[in-house]
């Protein structure tokens, strides 16, 4: 077995199920790792739940000597994103304005489904405030550090940032994450992990603080597949039952519009690698146009259901404490104040459209596969310094994964470089509702690069 603080979700499980390992070896090992004086602790978690973890822990640790486990992920540290409600607790959102906010009285329905089976909540994870940018950067809690290259402090990703850095660095097995433009993923990509978005009605969102309810989704990440749907299966309303699927059945498509603009050389390597390991093992792989990718920047240029729906929930706030919010981030909200109803409508009925007319093209494909994102993580201090370039980065980052986001559909990011390289995302995606089928493909995908 490997060393406690280096072991996937999944190895934890079957450790656990064995007597080789237990609640309180697991738990105390992420706690040590949060607290690394040397570490990024402090900067991927808003709030650790030292106390409580340990009382969760006590009492996983009596169910499994009783016999008695709650689920198979009993005894697992997890973590959560700070926009997630905590019984008792204020939501952040990894932003200073909602500091004296009253605290929930309930949980998210998530957070009580992971405590019903047994899962130790370690804490909430820091993240871009409100959620609004994919590069993970936060003035107000400080951005943690991706774990490839430390020494040149480069950008997490985000969202969901902490949630990336806290499973890379020990300080939990599996991370529940939030996805609205790839807020999942992004961070899996970067950081060398795999992030799933599922179809978004499968995990409610009560008591999720949102960002846009018409794109939002939850979502898992940890180290591999197998570990992602054991999470999944825990806090959806059904869990997936995957199948062995061999490559030499397979038939991807990959899109040649749009997703493939720009890529920097390391990832079109990778990628490209990856393309080939596939064929080597019998895959089929089709280049289709999708030329429908293209009409995503007219759709949302104006700033599409994110600004719309964030100003709904931000223009009381923003009027009050407009100078509390990371001004990068307030900027994005703002471009929702010339929006109203009849945008909604618009946006409504073109996206409906859209979908339709994807859904057609790519619906005899087993799932269609690209980078993640375009890009390897850049450093940190480059973004803080210019705007230009954070808005830049942040515009590549999204582009790909949104557009799973805007067809409502499944996706996950696995890693696809060589071993002491900079991180590399492939993505495979599916229509809504094919996450079984599109978790089965991934998991043969995951076998043949693991195995190359």
């Given at each position: ?241 995957l199948h062995r699927y061999s490559l030499a059945d397979a038939h991807f498509a990959v899109p040649q519009t749009l997703v493939l603009d720009g890529l920097e050389p390391q990832v079109a390597d990778a990628f490209n690698a990856a393309l ?56 994005r909200i703002r471009r929702g104040e010339a929006l109203g109803e009849a945008d909604r409508q618009r946006l409504l009925e073109q996206r409906a459209d859209w979908q339709q007319r994807v859904s057609a093209a790519i619906g005899g494909f ?87």
């Amino acid at each position: 077995m490997k060393n406690k603080t280096t072991l996937s979700l999944q190895q934890a499980v079957e450790g656990l199920a064995s007597g080789e390992l237990n609640a309180q070896q697991l738990s105390e090992a992420a706690l040590q790792c949060i607290y690394q004086p040397q570490g990024e602790g402090k900067a991927v978690f808003t709030q650790v739940y030292d106390a409580w973890a340990k009382e969760q822990m006590s009492a996983s640790l009596k169910r499994r000597l009783d016999g008695k486990p709650l689920s198979a992920l009993d005894g697992i540290p997890v973590s959560i994103k700070d926009l997630f409600d905590v019984a008792g607790q204020v939501t952040t959102a990894g932003s200073r304005v909602l500091a004296d906010a009253l605290a929930t009285k309930v949980h998210a329905q998530v957070v009580s489904r992971l405590l019903a089976a047994g899962a130790i909540v370690v804490g909430k994870t820091n993240m871009t405030e409100f959620a609004y940018s994919g590069l993970g950067i936060n003035p107000h809690y400080g951005t943690p550090a991706n774990p490839f290259d430390r020494a040149s402090r480069r950008i997490p990703g985000g969202s969901s940032s902490g949630a990336a850095v806290a499973i890379s660095d020990g300080m939990c097995l599996g991370s529940i994450g939030s996805d609205t433009g790839g807020s999942v993923r992004i961070p899996a990509a970067f950081c060398g992990l795999t992030g799933f978005k599922p179809t978004a009605r499968r995990i409610p969102m009560e008591g999720v603080l949102p960002l846009s309810q018409a794109l939002d989704s939850v979502g898992t990440l940890a180290h591999d597949v197998a570990s992602c749907v054991a999470l999944d299966g825990i806090i959806a309303d059904e869990p997936l039952q995957l199948h062995r699927y061999s490559l030499a059945d397979a038939h991807f498509a990959v899109p040649q519009t749009l997703v493939l603009d720009g890529l920097e050389p390391q990832v079109a390597d990778a990628f490209n690698a990856a393309l080939q390991r596939l064929r080597d093992a019998g895959a089929s792989i089709s280049d289709i146009p999708c030329h429908e990718f293209a009409e995503l920047a007219s759709i949302n240029a104006t700033g599409g259901f994110t600004a719309l729906e964030s100003w709904a929930w931000h223009e009381s706030l923003i009027a009050s404490n407009e100078a509390g919010y990371d001004p990068r981030v307030v900027s994005r909200i703002r471009r929702g104040e010339a929006l109203g109803e009849a945008d909604r409508q618009r946006l409504l009925e073109q996206r409906a459209d859209w979908q339709q007319r994807v859904s057609a093209a790519i619906g005899g494909f087993d799932a269609l596969l690209m980078p993640t994102v375009p890009l390897i993580a850049p450093q940190i201090a480059e973004l803080e310094a210019s705007e230009e370039a954070y808005f830049r980065a942040n515009g590549a980052a999204l582009r790909n994964p949104s557009v799973i986001n805007f067809l409502d559909g499944c996706a996950v990011s696995l890693p696809c470089h060589a071993g002491g390289s900079a991180p590399v995302g492939l993505m495979v995606a599916a229509l809504p509702l094919q996450d079984a089928e599109m978790m089965s493909w991934a998991l043969a995908i995951e076998d043949c690069l693991k195995n190359a």
